[in-house]
């Protein structure tokens, strides 16, 4: 695996590590329910031609 941080605007030493659990941030999870908020979201369009959101 390889690791390198980003920090500051910029990118952090190169390192090469065996492989391992990934340590995440609890924060992360706010990610993977962002997307899963828009995935399967359509918009569809009435017979006057106005768009609307529909999941």
């Known amino acids: 695996m390889i690791i390198c ?3 500051n605007g910029k990118w952090g030493e190169v390192k090469l590590v065996p492989y391992g659990p ?5 924060a992360m999870m706010g990610v993977n329910y962002g997307q899963a908020c828009f995935e399967g979201m359509k918009a569809y ?3 006057d031609g106005q768009s ?3 999941q």
């Open 5 to 7: 941080e980003y920090e």
């Open 22 to 26: 990934l340590l995440f941030t609890p």
């Open 45 to 47: 369009k009435d017979k």
């Open 52 to 54: 609307f959101p529909f």
